[in-house]
């Protein structure tokens, strides 16, 4: 079954700290993954994928295929990044299959 | 750009009344997609189209759920009769070709429509 596990529906932590928002999946065969994001009052938008390996507001993630994971991490959290995040996995029918999402609360 | 267009932005009705959504992709996307999202979950997909074509509706119920896409444009999704459970947020997104970068297509969100069944 093709399915995406976001364990964590709340990860908070204090501004300048590392984050690190775990994202494991289940599929057979090369995985295209991404992370959207929501901020508070606004719609729900993609912050990157992982074909592209690049980096956006500072956050990365890379693809684990040995431990099926693509974790999305930002080396020192600021306020703003406090949102809704959710992985999402491109299924082999070409539908987007999303995680539950985690709220990360960043804090002063 | 306005983006993807949604209305309405929120709705309450009765159980066993009928309600419609609307969604306005941005021009030129050619794929519509509907999205369900129930609270503290992510979004599933119910149905996406490729023009005016509904390539994959698997996972709508189909017994009280339809959608349309006349045109190849705009879209609706009616549900008839609301169910208490059908309370969620109804998200459209649309994409086409050249929207992302690589092989897949960017699927840009509207704002959704909440639901609330009574």
């Known amino acids: 079954a093709q399915r995406v596990t976001q364990p964590e529906k709340l990860l908070s932590v204090f501004k300048g700290a590392p984050v690190e928002l775990k994202c494991n999946y289940s599929?057979?065969?090369?995985?295209?993954l991404f992370w959207y994001v929501q901020y508070s009052r606004q719609r729900l938008q993609l912050l990157l994928r992982?074909?592209s390996r690049e980096s956006i507001k500072g956050f990365t993630a890379d693809l684990n295929k040995g431990e099926t994971s693509f974790h999305l991490k930002k080396p020192f959290a600021q306020e703003e990044d406090s949102a809704m995040y959710y992985c999402?996995?491109?299924?082999?029918?070409?539908?987007?299959?999303f995680g539950q999402g985690t709220t990360l609360q960043v804090k002063p | 750009e306005a983006g993807v267009v949604q209305s309405p932005r929120y709705k309450i009705i009765e159980k066993k009344q009928p309600v419609a959504f609307w969604c306005n992709p941005i021009?030129?996307?050619?794929?519509l997609y509907w999205y369900l999202q129930n609270l503290g979950q992510g979004p599933e997909l119910l149905i996406r189209?490729?023009?005016?074509?509904?390539?994959?509706d698997s996972q709508l119920p189909k017994d009280r759920f339809s959608a349309e896409r006349l045109k190849g444009v705009d879209s609706t999704l009616k549900i008839q009769p609301a169910e208490l459970g059908d309370s969620a947020v109804y998200l459209c997104?649309?994409?086409?070709?050249?929207?992302?970068?690589?092989?897949?297509?960017?699927?840009?969100f509207g704002p959704g429509t909440r639901l609330t069944v009574l």
């Open positions: 997104a649309s994409s086409s070709p050249f929207s992302g970068q690589g092989e897949t297509d960017t699927q840009y």
């Open positions: 992982h074909i």
């Open positions: 599929y057979s065969g090369s995985p295209e």
């Open positions: 999402a996995l491109l299924s082999n029918t070409g539908k987007l299959i």
């Open positions: 189209y490729e023009n005016e074509e509904a390539v994959d």
């Open positions: 021009s030129g996307h050619n794929t």
